[in-house]
């Protein structure tokens, strides 16, 4: 068979501003060279790291804490004078959400944790203290409180021996105390909290909690009534929290939710709330563990991806290290979890600007995650690992672990996990780990109708991303009737139907979203899907989809698209039968689709930096779109499709 070729390439500076769309001939391979996207110190990083077999923890212990003291010591060298606060640290904005909050929590926990109150001749609490009135004049809420409440706490639990509160004055004193009423963001009288997610419950419940023991706040009736609303779903018997109820918003939070119900519970003396929340935390973290990445990463899917999900890792296993009976694994292999998930923080640390990567080329972020966050985003990330790394190495002190593997071990998994299977709307992820094959296959509700990282597709399979909160059809196509409306099958299923032996799930949707819309909105189209996700072996997965209209109906498109980490492209054809592969220097995820009653014409999209090319952890530079348009749909004649997954 004689075959001819074209290639197009695309590097560097050029290539980022330059947005191609390439029609792949029939019968004609393709290579597209993409390279220079990809950051290649995360492979060789990687690399290295899984060569060390064991880590000692005195070392790594010192290594973290040199990193810490390096870093902070820097943001803080780089204030001049809080009276006018600056606009700018280290070149990063501190204009937005949380800033001084956070920055506040940092400096508490690093001052507990290094004994020390004066860092680099700045006096801590006198600059929590001013940050504190920052956060109150900028009309901080919700983890801007939170974290004031933990800088507070960090000095001591009796205020006439904290050095914080010892060093303001009464109008100060008077302004900390503002900041830390729950009542700026839940309204106590309707128990509701204003304009917020379900898990800022557990916001504010750690808030009153803090309050509490703090003696700011001794009126011990409001702080039930906060914490009985707060435990609500967990009392009521939910083992996963809807963040969005009742549409089915279940992602990291409800992990994070848990969390902080049974931290404020166990501070407040409430066992009737630990006790009910524990069952939750028991299958939270079984399930946290078989979604978890060799190199720390845990949920693939949802709000808060990227670095923040690295860090939940160091979170999730320090509160594992203080409550053994959650434990889905050894310590050991805990702390190997731990170690990962660090070392790609520390990667991804920049330390000539002393910053996170978060707007590094081709990396996504949610809306929320403005420019004006950027600060904010790194002190965040002091904070949380500071506190993580006190608790978790107590931990593994306690129980005399001295060494423990560079990567944990991951055993083999394919089952599902309702998170909720009521007479309505189901709501659950399929999570699968067979040899090469590691992915989360979630069916839930985004923050609106179809967004990308909410749709049930195979999140982390091997090659292939997902564009960071984007109305796009990634797995899922999109049907544009011939009304030109967009319809999608998404946002839970009306029916879920996993096989026994987890190598298969089966959903059907008869009631359809429009991409974009409400949340929870359906649309009856006289339509149903049927799809079939299916394990071949421990390379392929295979999506089959069938059509069924119960009227005559006119589509005027079907079309999805296949985001890839890849950077080569090369289409071939075997025996009549077309194969797309999409490369990268260790592997080849091949697409075929098969069976199908729809012909589809395939293209690639290159997509340099356009928001559709940025993913979670780094750029997706290439996409294969597939359509079809202008069909029609008969009563009982059902039209088939499939869709092949192999990763070489």
């Known amino acids: 068979m004689t075959y001819a070729s074209s290639l197009l390439s695309a590097v560097g500076c050029a290539f980022r501003s330059t947005l191609q769309k390439i029609k792949l001939p029939i019968a004609l391979p393709v290579v597209l060279a993409l390279s220079g996207l990809l950051n290649p110190s995360c492979s060789s990083v990687a690399k290295s790291q899984s060569a060390a077999s064991q880590i000692d923890a005195t070392d790594f212990n010192q290594q973290v804490r040199s990193f810490l003291q390096t870093e902070v010591t820097a943001h803080i060298a780089d204030i001049k004078n809080l009276d006018a606060p600056p606009d700018r640290v280290l070149g990063a904005l501190t204009t937005g959400e949380f800033s001084w909050g956070s920055f506040m929590r940092a400096l508490g926990v690093y001052s507990e944790c290094f004994g020390t109150r004066t860092i680099v001749g700045h006096d801590v609490p006198e600059m929590i203290a001013k940050m504190a009135q920052i956060e109150l004049s900028h009309g901080g ?72 023991q703090l003696g700011l706040n001794k009126d011990r009736s409001a702080l039930d009534d906060l914490l009985n609303r707060a435990a609500k779903q967990f009392t009521d018997g939910a083992l996963f929290a809807d963040d969005a109820l009742p549409t089915g918003r279940y992602d990291r939070y409800s992990n994070e939710y848990a969390r902080a119900i049974y931290d404020a519970a166990e501070l407040t003396g409430r066992q009737d709330i630990v006790k009910a929340v524990a069952p939750s935390l028991k299958e939270q973290m079984k399930l946290w563990w078989d979604l978890l990445s060799e190199d720390g990463y845990g949920y693939s899917w949802g709000r808060s991806l990227g670095a923040i999900s690295y860090m939940d890792t160091l979170e999730i296993a320090a509160f594992l290290g203080q409550h053994p009976e959650f434990r889905p694994a050894a310590l050991p292999q805990l702390a190997a979890a731990y170690y990962a998930a660090w070392s790609w923080l520390q990667n991804d640390f920049n330390s000539q600007t002393h910053l996170l990567s978060v707007f590094a080329f081709g990396r996504g972020d949610y809306s929320y995650i403005t420019k004006e966050r950027e600060w904010q985003q790194t002190t965040t990330f002091f904070g949380k690992a500071i506190t993580a790394h006190q608790k978790f190495m107590e931990a ?150 069938s059509l069924t209209s119960s009227q005559p109906l006119n589509v005027h498109r079907l079309w999805l698209a296949i985001p890839s980490r890849d950077d080569h492209l090369d289409t071939f054809y075997l025996q009549g039968a077309r194969s797309d592969r999409l490369i990268s220097e260790a592997k080849t995820l091949e697409v075929q689709v098969n069976n199908s009653d729809f012909l589809f014409e395939i293209s690639a999209y290159a997509t340099g930096n356009d928001p559709l090319g940025r993913g979670d952890r780094g750029p997706l530079p290439l996409q294969l779109i597939l359509q079809t348009k202008s069909f029609s749909l008969m009563p009982a004649e059902p039209k088939r499709w499939e869709l092949s997954l192999t990763t070489q």
């Open 141 to 212: 809420k919700t983890w801007a409180q939170l974290y004031a409440g933990m800088a507070l706490q960090s000095f001591g639990t009796d205020l006439n021996r904290n050095a914080l509160w010892q060093s303001m004055t009464s109008q100060q004193r008077e302004e900390y105390r503002k900041l830390l009423d729950p009542a700026r963001f839940y309204d106590e009288k309707t128990h509701t909290l204003i304009h917020l997610p379900e898990n800022y419950f557990g916001v504010a419940a750690r808030i009153a909690a803090i309050d509490y």
């Open 396 to 545: 593994l002190k306690r129980e005399g672990v001295k060494y423990f593997p560079s990567r944990p071990t991951l055993a083999d998994v394919a089952r599902f996990q309702y998170f909720r299977n009521g007479p309505d709307r189901k709501f659950g992820v399929w999570v699968v780990r067979q040899g090469d094959l590691h992915f989360a296959l979630p069916f839930v509700t985004g923050t609106k109708a179809a967004t990308s990282d909410y749709e049930p597709l195979p999140h982390g399979f091997p090659g292939t991303g997902t564009p960071v909160e984007k109305i796009y059809p990634c797995f899922v196509p999109f049907l544009e009737l011939d009304d030109r409306k967009t319809i999608a099958a998404a946002d839970g299923a009306d029916e879920i139907k996993p096989a026994t032996d987890g190598k298969s799930v089966t959903a059907i949707w008869r009631h359809w979203v429009v991409p974009g819309g409400k949340a929870g909105d359906f649309v009856d189209a006289g339509l149903v899907s049927e799809v079939t996700w299916t394990l071949h072996g421990n390379s392929s997965l295979r999506r089959v989809e």
